[in-house]
């Protein structure tokens, strides 16, 4: 399954780690030399209409954690009223732990990211763009600040129009700093960060498409979703699909070449540009070098900590967006897999992930708030061999109670801790049992 031409990445080096001190970042000129923006030279021939046509068909699915498909969320976009600014934000807030692909792109390719925002801007009128980076990406900001300032001194953006007045629609584009706060991430509580407020995820909807931004009509999309685009229209819908797989169940495909962050128990963790579909234990083994030290793997974090865990005996599992369904995860997530070996105590993976979600919880909803707290301090109780048996139900009982698929919060991130807690237990009980004591039942209940 392995790729000839890396197609993210066709302008960089293969990276696994890289030294930040000689990092080779493409600058304007060495990306025009390979046919950079010449996917934005051909969508300005095109009407918006059908650039955006061209990325529905190609069912480019989301490449940030949900999977929902680019080209139909652009097509939500309701036609340019007149009254305002229309908005797109760019979201490298990639905060979810194990995820480091979109740092990649900003690192070694950031004008493959700003044409693929120019190209979004053109398809669907937008007139702002925002590039919300994570707090903590202080050399990545530099580097994609030189990239914008490099667009715009080419006429990329700005007032005088798209590739310097090929097309009078022009475009802004500004790189906005997060906090620092993971919830930042969730695409409202990004829009509520932008506009300088708490970063407090809003009631849905109306959805960003309809009231976004300041209150103006908005797409939210992910880098590495932006960074596909230009490739689409390049080469074509037939190209794009000709590479991934088909849904097991019927569904939505898969389909292109998805950047995976492997990290974990592998003797070669790095970033690795592979098909949507390849099996885990062919992206471990083949791209990492398989296991570190030889020893055998245990489970593994699928895409992200919210997506939960997979087992011992899914090691062969597909990376595609059907894994949710096959595999009893939340979903593909972002793709970036966190790899256990058998000596790992996922006991005290399960404690220390959910101290993550306790902590960055925005405190919004009461039930992430609370349970949040009380999966933390009854995880912490049982890898300390202090629970009991009731524990460990009241354990999964609060996992399942709460999150956006049970109607009780605003955002998804009590389903990810909801769903770390379910599938860490349940695909490794007997670990947890073996750390609880016995139910005590009084006496006089015990059934005479």
Same mark, same amino acid.
């Given at each position: ?45 095109? /009407?918006? @209409? ?12 989301? &490449?940030?954690?949900?999977? #929902? *498909? =680019? ?114 991430? /969730?695409? @409202? ?12 995820? &809003?009631?849905?909807?109306? #959805? *960003? =498409? ?137 006991? =005290? ?100």
């Amino acid at each position: 399954m392995k790729l000839s031409e890396p197609i993210l990445t066709k302008r960089i080096p293969s990276f696994p780690h890289g030294d930040p001190k000689t990092r080779h970042i493409v600058g304007y000129d060495e990306f025009v030399k390979t046919d950079g923006y010449k996917a934005l030279e051909k969508s300005l021939d095109m /009407e918006p @209409t059908q650039v955006v046509a061209t990325v529905k068909d190609a069912i480019l699915r989301g &490449r940030g954690g949900a999977g #929902f *498909p =680019a080209g139909l969320k652009w097509s939500f976009l309701a036609p340019d009223d007149g009254k305002g600014l229309r908005y797109l934000c760019i979201n490298c807030d990639e905060a979810e732990p194990g995820t480091f692909k979109d740092r990649l792109l900003v690192d070694f390719d950031p004008h493959l990211v700003l044409e693929g925002i120019a190209i979004a801007c053109w398809a669907c009128k937008l007139d702002v763009a925002y590039f919300f980076i994570r707090g903590e990406y202080h050399h990545q900001a530099r580097v994609m600040e030189r990239a914008i300032q490099e667009a715009y001194a080419a006429g990329i953006f700005g007032k005088q129009g798209l590739m310097r007045g090929k097309s009078k629609h022009a475009v802004e584009c500004y790189l906005h700093r997060s906090a620092g706060a993971y919830i930042c991430g /969730e695409e @409202t509580g990004l829009l509520e960060a932008i506009e300088g407020k708490r970063g407090w995820p &809003r009631v849905k909807p109306p #959805f *960003p =498409a309809v009231k976004g931004v300041f209150g103006r009509p908005t797409i939210v999309n992910n880098v590495e979703t932006l960074a596909a685009v230009p490739d689409i229209l390049l080469r074509g819908v037939a190209w794009w699909k000709s590479i991934g797989v088909e849904s097991s169940f019927g569904g939505m495909p898969s389909y292109g070449t998805k950047l995976m962050g492997v990290s974990g128990h592998v003797a070669r963790p790095g970033c690795f540009e592979a098909p949507l579909g390849i099996p885990l234990s062919t992206l471990v083994n083949e791209y990492c070098g398989g296991m570190r030290g030889g020893k055998k793997f245990k489970g593994a974090i699928a895409g992200g900590v919210s997506m939960g865990v997979l087992g011992t005996d899914q090691f062969d599992a597909a990376m595609d967006f059907d894994i949710g369904r096959r595999c009893d995860v939340l979903g593909l997530g972002t793709a970036c897999p966190t790899i256990f070996d058998e000596d790992t105590d996922m006991v =005290a993976v399960a404690r220390n992930c959910a101290r993550f979600f306790m902590n960055e919880s925005c405190g919004q909803c009461t039930p992430c708030r609370e349970g949040s707290g009380w999966i933390y301090k009854l995880l912490t109780r049982i890898e300390r061999g202090d629970a009991t048996s009731a524990d460990l139900d009241l354990l999964l009982e609060l996992g399942g109670s709460m999150g956006l698929s049970e109607g009780t919060t605003i955002c998804g991130l009590a389903d990810g801790n909801n769903w770390l807690v379910r599938t860490i237990v349940n695909k490794f009980r007997g670990e947890f049992e073996r750390r609880v004591k016995p139910k005590f039942i009084p006496v006089h209940l015990v059934a005479r």
